[in-house]
């Protein structure tokens, strides 16, 4: 009996040896595989503009938005993307200089337009911070790389109107912005998400550049299993 009772014990203890080297060799695959895939960082951006359906042209309108960008001002995302995949039903999109650096411009010459709703993206080779510029300012005055390496913040951006007759008691006109860029993966070490919102409402009587609210926050990376 005790001789019966040792073999099954010894068959349980390697039947959980066993078990765990599988474990261990499963795991150490799953590593191995997870160490060489490698994940592109992504640029996505969504526009959507609503209250513009309402109003009339007067001659030619122009809407321009902020465009993704590095703290260096370079656009993260390529003009051809930027023009090509954001064209809006009734809009022509181009990408144009002002004051305050390079954005996206939408434009028509039609009596009447609809509300604007583009989204792409791109993936990219880059992995450092972007966000929503031109950046007029930011919470605390700080220089925009300084503010680009917070773990997030509020800041000022600008959007333009231009073209629309003027009337009273219309629907404003309402920006929502959202840029998403970041989230590569190589060698199990997935890099920061850098995440920019802009949510803004302005009179559809402004005209000219009209400073908006944006808000800034990073994911951090790290391990990723």
């Given amino acids: 009996m005790d001789e019966r009772r040792s073999n099954t014990r010894k068959t349980v203890v390697n039947l959980l040896i066993a078990v765990a080297i599988l474990a261990v060799v499963v795991f150490l695959l799953f590593l191995a595989v997870g160490f060489v895939e490698t994940t592109m960082p992504n640029n996505s951006y969504a526009i959507k503009i609503t209250g513009l359906s309402g109003l009339t042209v007067n001659g030619t309108?122009?809407?321009?938005?902020?465009?993704?960008?590095?703290?260096?001002?370079?656009?993260?995302?390529?003009?051809?993307?930027?023009?090509?995949?954001?064209?809006?039903?009734?809009w022509q999109t181009t990408i144009?200089?002002?004051?305050?650096?390079?954005?996206?411009?939408?434009?028509?010459?039609?009596?009447?337009?609809?509300?604007?709703?583009v989204s792409s993206g791109e993936f990219e080779k880059k992995?450092?911070?972007?966000?929503?510029?031109?950046?007029?300012?930011?919470?605390?005055?700080?220089?925009?790389?300084?503010?680009?390496?917070?773990?997030?913040?509020?800041?000022?951006?600008?959007?333009?109107?231009?073209?629309f007759v003027p009337q009273e008691n219309t629907t404003p006109i309402s920006f929502d912005l959202r840029y998403q860029g970041g989230g590569g993966i190589k060698h199990l070490i997935k890099e920061n998400v850098w995440t920019t919102t802009m949510n803004a409402t302005v009179p559809s009587t402004e005209s000219g550049f009209v400073p908006v609210p944006a808000g800034y926050h990073v994911t951090p990376g790290g391990i990723y299993l």
């Fill in 127 to 163: 992995e450092e911070p972007r966000l929503l510029v031109p950046v007029l300012a930011t919470h605390d005055n700080t220089s925009v790389e300084e503010f680009s390496r917070r773990s997030g913040g509020t800041y000022t951006t600008v959007v333009f109107l231009d073209g």
């Fill in 96 to 117: 144009r200089e002002t004051p305050y650096g390079k954005m996206l411009a939408f434009t028509t010459t039609e009596g009447y337009v609809p509300d604007i709703s």
């Fill in 61 to 90: 309108a122009t809407v321009m938005v902020p465009i993704p960008a590095s703290v260096d001002g370079v656009p993260a995302m390529s003009e051809e993307v930027l023009t090509g995949r954001y064209q809006a039903f009734g």
